[in-house]
C-alpha cells in the first residue's frame, strides 16, 4: 500500500490475552484482555485512534504468538498488508486474516439466545485471494456427527504455527467417509438455478438432523402390500427429486438396472449359421454391392460343409468296403479323404488296407519318400514314444499337396504272402494312425476273411459301401451288409449306419443308378448316387478336376458319413 509519505512505527509483541505495545512516541505499554481477540481489539482500536489524530497512516510490527506482520493503518481505519517477495505460508496468510478482519459486534439478544461464541464472518480483503477467507463452501460434504449447541466449537484459526495442510488435513473428523454411490441424491437444477446452490442445498438437505426433517410416514393397513423403499434411501426423509427432463441422466443407469432384474444383455453376439455363398449369375449382383439372399440350395450345401468341417474328440476310423473288386473303393476312398481334409483342415489319412495290391498308391500322388505300410511297422513303437515329433510320419506317408491328405501306401509289386498283417500288427499300426491323424480312412481289399480287414471293421465308427449301378456290384454290397448283421453287434450297427453310395459307370445309366439306390433304401442309413465323370475313370484323383455336379455329389456323401461320426 503506498501512503505518499512514511508512515510512523507501532510495534505489538502478543502472547495469549496479553501484549507489550510500542506507541509511535516510543512509549510502552500493557494491554491485557480476556482473550486474543480482545487483545487484537485493544491494538487495532489504539493504532487507529493514532493514526486519525495524526492524520497519517502508522505502520504496525506484531510479533509473538500471532506471527511476526507489517500492516498499515490509514487515517481513515482501513488496514492493509506489507508483503515482500518471499513465499508466505497458509499459516501466516490466516494469522494475516486474523489482523485485518474486524470481528462483528454481539448483540445481548443474540447472546441470550445462544450462548456458544458465533463464527465470526469476516468480509474479503481488498486484492487478497479467495483462499483467505474462513467460511469453509457449504458444497463440501459436512461432518456426519455435527456438533451438539452444548459443545464447545474449535476456534477458526489455528495456534500460529507455519504447519502446512498435512498437519490441518490429519485434524479431520475420523468419521468422515466417502458416501456410497447410491447415497448421493439425484439433484436436477431447476431452469435458471445456479449449479453451485443446487449443490450446496443438496448436501444441506444430507447433513440436516433428522429431527429438523418431516418425519417418515407410517405405513397404513391396506390389501395389498407397500412397494420396497429404494436401495440408496435411509431413515431420513429426503425431498423427492424432480422428474428427469431432456438431458439429464436417468436416476439409475442401465447397468444398476440390469443387475437388479438379474440379468444384462451380452457385448457377445450369439453364433451366426455357416455362411452361405452365393453363386452362379446371381453372384454378379453380389460382386457389385447389391444384396442377394442365398437360395435353398446354397444354404443347404452351406450346412453340408459345416458337417464336414467338423473336429471331433478323438480319431474317427472310416471303413470303405465291398466283397467285389472293381466297384469304387479306390476311388470313394480318395473322394472322401478330398473332402474332409480340404474343408476340416487337414491331419487325415488314407489307409491302403489291402493284402492283394492295393491301388491307392497309384492313384495318387507320391511324397519325398518311397515308402509303404511295410516300412512303417518296425518304426511304429518309435513313433509312440514321448519324445517322437509329429513330423516323424511324414518319413512314411505320401501327402497330396492339394486335396491337404495323407496316403499310407501298400505295395501292389508283392504278393499279398509277403505282406500279410497280423491282428497285432493292425494294432500296433492303428495306435500310430490314431496319434497323428484325426480321422483314418481305410481302402479296404476284397478278402473278407483277412485278420487285417476284420480288424478295420472292429474299430471302425462309420461303414461306407460303394458299387457301381450294376446288379453283380449292388447284390455284392447287399450280401456284405447282411453278413456283418450276422456277425456281432458292433458290425450290425455299422450295417444299419452305412452309407450306401452308388457310382454311375456310364454316362447314360442314370436310370439304372437310381434303380438300385431305390433297392438299398430303408437298409441302409444313406444312399448317394455319384454321377459319371471322366476324372474317376483312370488316373490321379484330384478334387479340383472334378465336375461341380459331381464334387455337389460327394459333398452330400460325405456330410451323410459326418452325420454317422
Known amino acids: 500500500m503506498s501512503t505518499g509519505s512514511e508512515p510512523t512505527h507501532a510495534s505489538a509483541h502478543v502472547t495469549g490475552g496479553s501484549a507489550r505495545f510500542t506507541t509511535v512516541d516510543g512509549a510502552e ?94 468480509p474479503e480483503v481488498d486484492g487478497a485471494e479467495p483462499a ?98 429404494e436401495p440408496h434411501s435411509t431413515a431420513t426423509a429426503t425431498p423427492e427429486a424432480p422428474a428427469p427432463t431432456d438431458g439429464a441422466p436417468a436416476p439409475e443407469t442401465a447397468f444398476e438396472a440390469s443387475a437388479s432384474n438379474g440379468s444384462r444383455p451380452s ?13 452362379g449369375w446371381r453372384s454378379f449382383f453380389v460382386r457389385i454391392g447389391i444384396p442377394i439372399k442365398p437360395s435353398k440350395a446354397e444354404l443347404a450345401r452351406a450346412e453340408r460343409e459345416k458337417a464336414v468341417s467338423r473336429q471331433w474328440a478323438g480319431c474317427r476310423a472310416i471303413a470303405v468296403a465291398n466283397g467285389k473288386g472293381g466297384v469304387g473303393k479306390t476311388m470313394t476312398t480318395a473322394v472322401l479323404s478330398a473332402v474332409f481334409a480340404r474343408h476340416g483342415g487337414g491331419n487325415v489319412l ?4 489291402n493284402d492283394t495290391r492295393g491301388t491307392l498308391g497309384w492313384r495318387t500322388e507320391q511324397g519325398d519318400y518311397d515308402t509303404t505300410i511295410r516300412d512303417l511297422l518296425p518304426e511304429a513303437s518309435r513313433l509312440l514314444e514321448a519324445t517322437a515329433s509329429v513330423s516323424d510320419i511324414a518319413r512314411f506317408v505320401h501327402h497330396q499337396s492339394v486335396d491337404r491328405y495323407d496316403v499310407l501306401r501298400s505295395n501292389p509289386e508283392l504278393l ?59 447284390e455284392s454290397a447287399a450280401l456284405l451288409l447282411d453278413a456283418l448283421r450276422k456277425r456281432d453287434e458292433h458290425s450290425r450297427r455299422l450295417a444299419d449306419g452305412a452309407v450306401v453310395v452308388v457310382g454311375q459307370s456310364e454316362r447314360a445309366g442314370i436310370g439304372a443308378a437310381q434303380r438300385i439306390a431305390a433297392g438299398f433304401e430303408g437298409h441302409v442309413r444313406a444312399v448317394e448316387i455319384i454321377p459319371f465323370d471322366d476324372a474317376l475313370k483312370a488316373g490321379r484323383i484330384r478334387y479340383d478336376a472334378l465336375q461341380s455336379r459331381t464334387k455337389d455329389a460327394w459333398m452330400r456323401a460325405a456330410a451323410a458319413v459326418a452325420d454317422g461320426l
Open 132 to 229: 483467505l477467507v474462513a467460511e469453509v463452501p457449504a458444497f463440501f460434504p459436512p461432518s456426519s456427527n455435527p456438533l451438539p449447541e452444548s459443545a464447545e466449537r474449535p476456534p477458526v484459526f489455528d495456534s500460529g504455527d507455519d504447519d502446512d495442510l498435512d498437519e490441518d488435513d490429519a485434524t479431520a473428523p475420523a468419521e468422515w467417509a466417502p458416501a456410497r454411490v447410491t447415497e448421493i441424491p439425484a439433484a436436477v437444477p431447476a431452469t435458471g438455478t445456479d449449479p453451485v446452490d443446487v449443490a450446496r442445498a443438496s448436501f444441506d438437505a444430507d447433513a440436516a438432523p433428522a429431527s429438523e426433517q418431516e418425519p417418515a410416514a407410517e405405513p397404513e393397513p391396506a390389501d395389498e402390500p407397500e412397494p420396497a423403499a
Open 267 to 279: 457385448f457377445i453376439e450369439p453364433p451366426e449359421v455357416h455362411p452361405a455363398t452365393v453363386s
Open 416 to 474: 499279398a504272402a509277403d505282406q500279410r498283417i497280423t491282428t497285432a500288427d493292425f494294432d500296433l499300426l492303428a495306435q500310430v494312425a490314431a496319434r497323428y491323424y484325426r480321422m483314418v480312412i481305410f481302402d479296404s481289399g476284397n478278402d473278407e476273411s483277412a485278420d487285417r480287414w476284420l480288424r478295420m471293421i472292429d474299430s471302425a465308427h462309420q461303414l461306407v459301401v460303394p458299387t457301381l449301378a450294376a446288379p453283380e456290384s449292388a
Open 350 to 353: 488314407a489307409w491302403d488296407n
Open 29 to 122: 505499554q500493557t494491554l491485557d484482555a480476556p482473550d486474543a481477540d480482545g487483545v487484537r481489539r485493544l491494538i487495532v482500536d489504539r493504532v487507529r485512534a493514532d493514526a486519525a489524530a495524526a492524520g497519517t497512516a502508522i505502520e504496525l510490527r506484531t510479533s509473538g504468538d500471532r506471527g511476526e506482520h507489517r500492516l498499515i493503518v490509514g487515517p481513515s481505519g482501513e488496514i492493509d498488508v506489507e508483503v515482500d517477495d518471499r513465499t508466505v505460508t497458509r499459516a501466516e496468510l490466516r494469522q494475516q486474516a486474523w489482523w485485518t478482519t474486524d470481528p462483528e459486534p454481539v448483540h445481548e439478544a443474540e447472546a441470550d439466545e445462544d450462548d456458544a461464541p458465533a463464527a465470526e464472518a469476516e
